[in-house]
């Protein structure tokens, strides 16, 4: 992989991730049974480079996502921005370093609050972080705004009035308003028709070379990773079973979950290039 | 005589704004063995049409037309005659295995339901019944699982179930509305593999649902492309899946990420969003979002122009697309 050797600290350094989860004790004086969701995980993300995450459910991945947004504590491992560990962070000095890490869901339904306006929820996060006017936060939301493709007009509206496309965006400007330098998305897509998600992963592909953010995208869609990612980490039981560029992966898959989950893809034909 | 014949279907629903048309005049037809996918994309009216089949639509919706099944008309029938035929003899799988379950009712319960209700059987026949059933869709050591409750299963497990109770009374249709868009990639191909397998066993007719073109490609022998409430094409898969004649049917396959593809190419969209129901337009529900868009395509309804193979467009340019895809 491209990081470990190099000099300059990499934007993400997750090392040797683990994540146990307990579970209810199912006799008196038995062991607590645990879930290991995560089985020592490593990888590098160098600025304005994209890293890609599949698997199936249950593979861990979203773990990943809810342990690089430090939404949920590892049992052993770190995870680096920019040479800080995020998990040894004082929770005040964490709250502020969040302005550089943002998250968009997979749910454009239930991740907008019904009863805020679209300005509100927005500019929420800006709000987290340090007092600002109301009126520098509905400026800073406007343009935020503008940057997905939505108007201004759309500021006083409520999340229902919008498609799932829409709202896909309303939360994509809620995560760019702190002009992060990393956005973890899980599965950004996954509820968007076929037409809606290409116009999402254009307009996160042109996020990317406009404002040089960095994507952690968890997805079990190996199409839209490919698509959007530079490097690749395929996760299987809780730990990544193979990793690198995307063409070189999809091409030339060594590790037999890897094939399993390329020969499950469904090509359509006159689509797909995969065996061109 | 055909398995099913839908004529001239029309559906209205009722909306914030207005009476709107969800369904704008279809037809299709299924014989015995038959398999069918419905491709389209949210607000297409594919899952309306199938829930006029089964009689599932909402009590203020207005359906016009003929749906003849096995001879009889399902269009204005009584509640009493579609109660005998859902889940009788027309067997239905969900969507979310999730949802579709009953949590508080024991497997054998739900999947022997069918069988109680329709065929009369007593609880111990219905039992023995619902063990060859999920014997038969893959359920591991279904003996002793037959008492345990939906969320003792795996998502695909779940959906197991819900085959197994579609295929309860051994329907002569079975309708399945997008059954594995709430499963694993892996575990897709599995369930795939045995709804296939059991149309072929049992001699059903099959109608899938997706938004997938991969899984539409895989699965069923004949298609129709659905948008804003018309067919806009129609056919053998193979011929549909070859000529892409239709203009919508084209933005659909190019809007796909494609695994293999060069990076940093970007996805052709299709120009706009679908608009509400109530504003389609009163021709081609296309135009406009179309580049190939003339006045005529806003006006009138287009015909269906027929090309080799049995396969139908309903787009009046084709001649100048056509040429311009030569040129191209």
Request: proline letters at 6%; one cysteine or more.
């Amino acid at each position: 992989m491209s990081a470990a050797s190099s000099s300059t600290t990499p934007l993400l350094k997750v090392t040797d991730l683990v994540r146990h989860y307990a579970m209810p004790r199912e006799t008196l004086f038995g062991a607590v049974p645990l879930v290991k969701a995560l089985n020592g995980v490593s990888f590098c993300v160098e600025a304005g480079r994209s890293m890609g995450i599949v698997g199936e459910s249950g593979s861990g991945k979203s773990t990943i996502a809810r342990l690089v947004m430090a939404l949920d504590t590892p049992t052993s491992g770190s995870v680096e921005l920019e040479g800080r560990d995020l998990h040894k962070l004082p929770s005040d000095a964490l709250r502020t370093a969040r302005r550089d890490f943002q998250m968009v869901f997979q749910d454009p339904y239930g991740s907008l609050d019904p009863r805020q306006t679209v300005a509100r929820i927005v500019a929420e996060p800006l709000e987290a972080l340090a007092e600002i006017s109301r009126a520098e936060q509905r400026e800073r939301a406007g343009e935020s705004l503008a940057a997905v493709g939505l108007r201004s007009t759309d500021m006083d509206k409520y999340p229902h009035e919008f498609s799932g496309g829409q709202r896909q965006r309303i939360a994509i400007a809620r995560a760019l308003i702190t002009r992060p330098k990393l956005i973890v998305a899980d599965e950004p897509v996954s509820a968007l028709d076929v037409s809606v998600q290409a116009q999402v992963l254009n307009l996160m592909q042109d996020l990317q070379q406009q404002f040089g953010v960095s994507y952690l995208l968890i997805s079990h869609d190996l199409a839209v990773v490919n698509h959007l990612c530079d490097d690749v980490c395929v996760v299987f039981k809780g730990q990544i079973v193979e990793q690198g560029p995307p063409e070189q992966l999809f091409r030339a898959a060594e590790h037999p979950y890897t094939r399993t989950l390329l020969d499950a893809v469904m090509a359509a034909p006159g689509g797909d290039v995969l065996h061109a | 005589m055909a398995l099913l014949e839908v004529n001239d279907l029309h559906i209205g629903l009722q909306t914030q704004r207005g009476p709107a048309e969800a369904v704008r005049g279809i037809g299709f037809s299924l014989e015995r063995g038959e398999t069918l996918g419905i491709v389209g994309e949210s607000g297409c009216g594919k899952s309306i049409t199938v829930q006029s089949l089964m009689g599932l639509l909402p009590a203020s919706a207005k359906v016009s037309g003929s749906i003849r099944f096995d001879g009889q008309e399902l269009v204005g029938a009584s509640e009493r005659t579609l109660c005998g035929i859902r889940g009788n003899r027309i067997g239905m799988i969900f969507q979310e295995p999730m949802t579709a379950l009953n949590p508080v009712h024991t497997i054998a319960r739900q999947v022997g339901e069918p069988l109680r209700l329709h065929r009369g059987l007593s609880q111990a026949d219905a039992r023995k019944e619902v063990l060859a059933l999920l014997d038969r869709v893959g359920i591991p050591d279904a003996a002793s699982r037959l008492d345990a409750y939906p969320h003792q299963f795996s998502g695909g497990q779940r959906q197991r179930i819900g085959i197994a109770m579609a295929l309860a009374c051994g329907p002569d249709l079975l309708i399945a509305d997008e059954p594995t868009t709430a499963l694993d990639v892996t575990i897709q191909k599995q369930i795939l593999e045995l709804i296939r397998s059991l149309v072929a066993e049992r001699g059903m007719a099959l109608i899938l649902i997706s938004h997938d073109l991969g899984v539409i490609a895989h699965t069923v022998s004949k298609m129709l492309v659905m948008y804003g409430g018309s067919v806009v094409e129609s056919g053998p898969t193979a011929a549909v899946f070859a000529a892409r004649a239709h203009p919508y049917t084209q933005g659909l396959f190019a809007a796909r990420p494609v695994l293999g593809a060069p990076r940093g190419g970007r996805l052709a969209t299709i120009r706009g969003s679908v608009p509400e129901l109530v504003d389609m337009p009163p021709g081609c529900p296309f135009a406009g979002r179309c580049s190939h868009t003339i006045d005529a395509c806003v006006t009138t309804r287009p015909p269906a122009t027929w090309l080799p193979h049995d396969h139908a467009v309903r787009c009046i340019r084709l001649d100048e697309i056509a040429a311009e895809g030569v040129a191209a």
